[in-house]
């Protein structure tokens, strides 16, 4: 099996395989994920940081600022090389300890796929998502599929379980120019 390599700087990890234009409770199926309420996040998070006491220093606010802008399955690595753009002066131990933050606000998801690397996402509450991950290049694909949703509460229904959360991920290859995973048609 090949490893799953991790995503590169490459334009396609920004916000991969999200759309902007869906309104909320719209999805369709096998649709793109939508995208998650930023601004509620964000009110949440200054909610959290007031109640832990905890001080938005500037380094703080330049991670989570950058981790907003570019989240989707971002790895503390990757998050790290986007804020040294803007301050060198950041290490990896600020940018791991605000992503915890984040995570223990409720405002980040955590994600491990199958090679293992923790990465981040904003979390989606209103917006539940699963994942195509590509084998190959290391895409990945949200996507929102009511149909999926409801036979998984219609077999949890019949073992007597009551839902409380679940993960999908969907392993292949894609067929975005350049993956070496492509297959000809
Ligand atoms: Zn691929
Ligand atoms: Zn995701």
Redesign the pocket.
């Known amino acids: 099996m090949v490893e799953l390599q991790p995503l590169t700087h490459a334009p396609g990890w920004r916000m991969d395989?999200r759309v902007k234009t869906r309104e909320a409770g719209s999805a369709v199926a096998g649709s793109p994920?939508r995208e998650p309420d930023t601004d509620r996040l964000r009110e949440q998070l200054d909610a959290y940081m007031n109640e832990h006491g905890l001080r938005n220093t500037e380094q703080r606010r330049v991670i989570v600022d950058t981790f907003f802008e570019f989240g989707?399955?971002a790895t503390v690595d990757e998050l790290l090389a986007e804020v040294r753009k803007a301050d060198s002066r950041i290490g990896y131990a600020t940018v791991y300890r605000t992503l915890k933050m984040l995570s223990e606000s409720g405002v980040v998801d955590e994600?491990r796929f199958d090679d293992g690397i923790t990465r981040y996402?904003l979390a989606d509450d209103d917006a539940h998502?699963d994942?195509l991950i590509c084998t190959e290049c290391g895409f990945?694909q949200?996507f929102e599929e009511p149909l999926i949703e409801e036979l998984q509460e219609r077999v949890a229904a019949r073992f007597g379980f009551s839902l409380a959360h679940h993960k999908l991920e969907l392993y292949g290859t894609c067929q975005r120019p350049g993956c070496t995973g492509k297959k000809e048609r």
């Open positions: 395989g994920a989707a399955h994600r996402e998502h994942h990945i949200e």
